[in-house]
């Protein structure tokens, strides 16, 4: 495969071009700083749009291959939420935020996805590079099923070994395990998006993963791939909300350079 052809590796050939706009660092900073776990919230509501744009702005998230493996339930029928305020452990977050949102990682939609992707990309005609289409029709799928029993995801695994001796080679995933922590890993992300875009649109947010996954499973009518990643509690914050000043260790223990 030639440079070209792997898109991976080369230049794919794209001519797009997006401006980076500029960018108030120091109110950027001010999202992060502020960001803190709320357990209690006054009780104000959150303005339908705002929560409309956290939402999306975490399907903006940075996501694996573009697959787009969450679902984000914001729940609002009042038997369902009473029910997952339970599920939650009655915790205080859960019963005085304004909104409740569950993010779910879904291990099953990706070969939906990628077909969309291979479609998208088809109908933009002789443009789209060849190691674009190769990508979503062949290496996506090879890459991701796991076949029946986890057949296929062992075959993968001998041969990965195998090839892994002599080059880099793709080692993950070959288990439903390694299939559920790569939904998950982009599902947090599109989290983490939705909890600084509250902050930053003047709410607070607590996740949680102090939960029954099985009651909520059921609350929700999840699917058997579906994983339940975190709840959200959203609302804005009141005195004694947060339980006192951040605590980090020393960054050194954990930013390396090597
Ligand atoms: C995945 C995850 C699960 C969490 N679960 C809970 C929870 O169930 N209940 C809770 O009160 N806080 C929960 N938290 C909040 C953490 O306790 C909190 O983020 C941590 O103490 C750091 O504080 P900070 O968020 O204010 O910086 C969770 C945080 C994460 C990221």
Request: proline share 5%.
């Amino acid at each position: 495969m030639s440079e070209k052809e792997n898109i991976l590796s080369g230049d794919p050939g794209f001519n797009y071009e997006e401006k980076a706009p500029d960018i108030d660092s120091k109110e950027f900073q001010k999202v992060i700083d502020s960001r803190r776990s709320v357990r209690i919230f006054d009780g104000t509501p959150i303005p339908d749009d705002v929560v409309r744009r956290c939402l999306e702005n975490g399907l903006l998230a940075p996501n694996s291959s573009n697959l787009q493996p969450w679902e984000f339930y914001l729940v609002k029928d009042a038997a369902k939420k009473k029910e997952l305020v339970r599920a939650c452990f009655s915790q205080v977050a859960a019963k005085r935020a304004a909104e409740l949102i569950v993010a779910v990682a879904r291990t099953a939609t990706w070969r939906a996805h990628a077909r969309e992707m291979f479609n998208l990309f088809s109908k933009l005609g002789p443009g789209v590079p060849k190691s674009v289409l190769d990508y979503y029709g062949r290496l996506v799928p090879l890459a991701y099923a796991q076949g029946p029993l986890g057949i296929l995801g062992l075959v993968k695994r001998v041969v990965y070994f195998i090839v892994g001796m002599s080059r880099p080679t793709l080692r993950e995933p070959v288990t439903r395990a390694h299939l559920r922590t790569w939904a998950v890993k982009t599902t947090a992300l599109a989290a983490e998006n939705i909890m600084l875009s509250f902050r930053a649109y003047g709410f607070d947010t607590c996740p949680m993963e102090g939960y029954d996954s099985k009651r909520i499973r059921k609350i929700l009518g999840l699917q058997r791939d579906a994983v339940v990643v975190m709840v959200i509690a959203a609302g804005k914050r009141t005195r004694g909300g947060i339980y006192g000043p951040r605590i980090r260790y020393d960054s050194n223990r954990f930013i390396k350079t090597v």
